[in-house]
């Protein structure tokens, strides 16, 4: 720890040294933030960005990367940068120049930067296109760290990275490029180390708490997830003051998960409606004709909202909990709208069932129980925003309940399920389902649009901490169900990522 506080006070000073190389300065940003540790540094990191954005340095005739880093970071931070000083990179005809292919790290750059786009930004769009075309056809031509860069970053765009692990792989990239006496690299290191330590100790809780509950036995046609459930808020949000958000939220997902597996899989129609008319009532009562297993689930998430409660109690923010529990009323009508729709064989239009769909993404929940674990910024106006899913919760939510459709599709046609977002299109606009994965693949692409534009937008006093956590959950989902595989069901698939952040020593990660 005292190590640590040494090597923060170096990197703070190399921070708030004048700038002499504007490159030189915004690599050192990018470095720190995407080495996990720009949470020490974010009063100093926002200082600068914001005075680049009110006095933007001369960018005129600078290279493709300094331009593409700085567009990048002050969008990132919630600046609207300019797109259009791309246009001096493009020719009459609009296309980048053909010059840039030699330029591999601009390229990289540039890559990375289009991804903060906005709708209307075709440029951008054709930037994406562009580099990554490009970008992987050299591969093979890179030196060896720079070609790990180039393939990490063509399957984790920094905008859809989740941080914490993001911070995992970019540790030895950094670290083969660093001199052995950097105080940023040996300062990421050490904090990793002991960020993780306290990471382990959340987990070991979180699992006694689970096998404690003994759903295994007592509910044996839940997914026993407990580890993937916890991954979640992890990813969302790592940094040590979390802790009792990322407690919370992993719960709130271990018990959903059964939630749905019981309206998914589990109760006949009427069984559904008595659970439902229970979660109304925030009672037991009208379960006594349901089988025993399900009131197990009841119970545990009854004693879920107790806990919540008594560990906000605290911090004086109990009185946030109600909301979270009237999302999670609304998420059992939605269930049950699902149930119903499975039971009559009726396929809604797409437009009636993602209306339904955004909410059975548990997004909207998982969203604002998160917040509870935002201390300062866990406000009442915070609470009333996310309580009208404004438009950046929306979109997560979108990219969440599409991407699980495009992921499970096929596996859910197997059995009795109800129709995917998929099938709505296929069986509303008679498309093949290679169209309809066309259409859900763009309505990604603008969902992710409308997070960077409600990002730079900072309206109505939404705090940057609390967007920077609906963007997280975003990438999280890209991340566990994104490239057509559920993860999350078929665990094996993200067992590396665990181990990546809660079991691999730090010791191992540099040059690895
Ligand atoms: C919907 C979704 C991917 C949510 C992610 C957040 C999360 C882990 C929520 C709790 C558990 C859950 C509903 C998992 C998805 O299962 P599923 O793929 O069987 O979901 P479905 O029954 O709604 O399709």
Redesign the pocket.
Known sequence: MQRSKYLKEKVRKLILAPIEDLTEKLNLIDNIKRLGVSYHFESEIEQILQNMHNNPPPLKGKDLHTISLWFRLLRQQGYHAPSDIFDQFRDENGDFNNSLVEDVVGMLSLYEAAYFGIHGEDALDQAIHFTSRHLKSRLSTMNPNLERKASHALDYPVRKGVPRLEARYYIPMYSAEASPNDPLLELALLDFHIVQLLHKEELQHVTEWWKKLDFVTKVPFARDRVVE?YF?PLGVYYEPQYIMGRTIVGKL?AV??AV?DTY?AYGTLEELELFTEAFRRWDASPLDPVPECMKVVFHALLDLFNEMEFLTAKEGKSCFVPYVKETFQKLGEAYLVEAKWCNQGYIPTYEEYLENGVV???YPL?EIASFLGLANFATKHVFDWISNVPRIVRASSII??LT?DLS?HKFERKRVHVASAVECLMNQHRISEEEAYQILEKELDNAWKDINEECMKAEGGVPKVVLDCVVNFSSV?ELV?GKFA?K??HAELLKDHVAALVVDSVHNLQNK
């Open positions: 459930a979640w997902i959903t998960s749905d998914d059975t993404s548990c998982l969440c309940r699980d499970s989902i169900y559920d999350y069901t």
